[in-house]
């Protein structure tokens, strides 16, 4: 009967990541950059995660396209009785192509996904070694709605508010973006429904 309750919503993690752009992306063709995200949570009872990775654009009209390639590495955390701490690499992408209506709305085809444990790497607990790893993979359509909320900014044509956008000028003003879409899984070790809610404010 408690099948599908839930706990109340609660902050668990903390993270930081910084973006650097090696090639910027001023309006069509290619653009180049590097991630790194580090993340864990507060009780430090799960793992830390070490991301990094290159950001890989290209734009030509209203066609964008995007990757994000990474290689996680985990490690601290609890461990299970006389296990080792599974200090190990997975490789996690992100994937969107996106065709921009107008200076407001947008659809993108997007994908996430997740393998775990490269090269055998890390400690496997025992049930990881009894039931496997849990590799993810999920795509679906997400459609944004962009609006500026004071001071003067190009149109979503001239400023997709991507990571590698190099020209200053395109950044002045204030815009919110709001995304929601459905994301299906493609795996049986992903749940086979996702809703993905963002919103953004880009200043």
């Known amino acids: 009967e408690q099948a599908n309750a839930f706990g109340e919503l609660e902050l668990e993690e903390i993270g930081a990541e910084l973006v650097t752009i090696l090639i910027p992306r001023a309006a069509d063709g ?16 799960g793992p830390n995660n070490l991301s990094l990775g290159p950001i890989l654009e290209f734009q030509s009209g209203k066609w964008f396209a995007a990757g994000v390639p990474m290689a996680v590495y985990a490690f601290g955390g609890d461990s299970e009785a006389g296990e080792e701490v599974d200090t190990k690499w997975d ?13 407001t ?12 444990r490269l ?40 400023d997709d508010n991507s990571a590698l956008s190099g020209d200053s000028e395109e950044g002045e003003g204030t815009e919110l973006t709001i995304g929601l879409g459905l994301l299906e899984g493609l795996n049986s070790d992903t749940a086979d429904h996702t809703l993905k809610l963002s919103i953004e404010v880009d200043f």
């Open 91 to 103: 490789f996690a992408y992100a994937a969107q192509l996106m065709y921009r209506f107008s200076a």
């Open 30 to 45: 290619v653009g180049l950059g590097a991630v790194v995200e580090l993340e864990g949570p507060f009780d430090q009872e």
């Open 119 to 158: 090269g055998s790497s890390g400690y496997a607990s025992e049930s990881a070694r009894r039931f496997g790893d849990y590799n993810q993979h999920r795509a679906g359509i997400v459609v944004y709605y962009a609006r500026a909320l004071g001071g003067a900014r190009t149109s979503a044509m001239e």
């Open 105 to 116: 709305w947008s659809a993108a085809l997007e994908g996430y996904g997740t393998i775990e």
